[in-house]
């Protein structure tokens, strides 16, 4: 079974900092992916990240992919309060069977 | 913008009823998954389906569940005897050949 840990579980950050969250998943993973969760709200795919050395960036979020180490990361930049959210990564087996971190909940306080 | 849709969005039902949680899938869409969530929890993977039959389960999916596309545009999840611990949301999401998926807004389901 695929195993997927996030790092940290909270995050409180300033706005205008940078941080990055850490995504270690114990076996191969066909794709890696990240997606944020506003609260109440459903699931928003941020990134997919298919292979070693992968890299995206959309505004303020960069994700990259280590295959080799098991470890994706979410890094944001100058952050916003907007940006406040759970986020997940999650990996995927088969490319049909799916295993989710257990999130990273950001707030970013004015 | 297509999008996945769900009904209805909230459900409450007693312990030991059936319940149908119902999705539409994004119409050119091919995979189909559920998932669930319990409050303030990680997102758990249920199942997917493709081509009208099962490609994976979770532990979780065990006899008590079942899925189906009835008619080519819906994809209903149902529980057959409800337990207290089956109260989370309940997420359905589809996507073409590619890797995005697209979830849908959710199932709430309460069991009392």
């Known amino acids: 079974e695929l195993k997927v840990e996030q790092n940290p579980l909270f995050l409180s950050m300033q706005e205008g900092k940078n941080y990055t969250i850490y995504c270690n998943y114990s076996?191969?993973?066909?794709?890696l992916y990240w997606y944020r969760q506003d609260p109440g709200k459903s699931l928003e795919s941020l990134f997919v990240l298919l292979s070693n050395g992968a890299v995206k960036q959309e505004g303020r979020l960069m994700a990259s992919l280590d295959t080799k180490a098991r470890l994706s990361t979410l890094h944001i930049t100058a952050a916003v309060h907007d940006l406040s959210a759970t986020y997940f990564c999650a990996g995927a087996y088969n490319f049909n069977k799916f295993y989710f971190g257990s999130g990273t909940k950001l707030n970013v306080k004015p | 913008e297509p999008e996945v849709t769900q009904t209805p969005s909230h459900q409450v039902t007693q312990m030991g009823q059936e319940v149908i949680l119902r999705c539409v899938p994004i119409?050119?869409?091919?995979?189909f998954y559920w998932y669930r969530q319990i409050l303030g929890q990680k997102v758990e993977f249920l199942v997917s389906f493709y081509n009208n039959e099962i490609s994976e389960k979770s532990e979780i999916f065990d006899d008590q569940f079942s899925v189906e596309r009835p008619d080519g545009s819906n994809f209903t999840l149902k529980i057959r005897s409800t337990k207290l611990e089956d109260s989370a949301m309940y997420f359905c999401?589809?996507?073409?050949?590619?890797?995005?998926?697209?979830f849908g807004p959710g199932t709430r389901l309460t069991v009392t």
């Open positions: 119409s050119n869409h091919l995979y």
């Open positions: 076996t191969t993973s066909d794709r």
């Open positions: 999401a589809s996507r073409v050949e590619g890797y995005e998926q697209y």
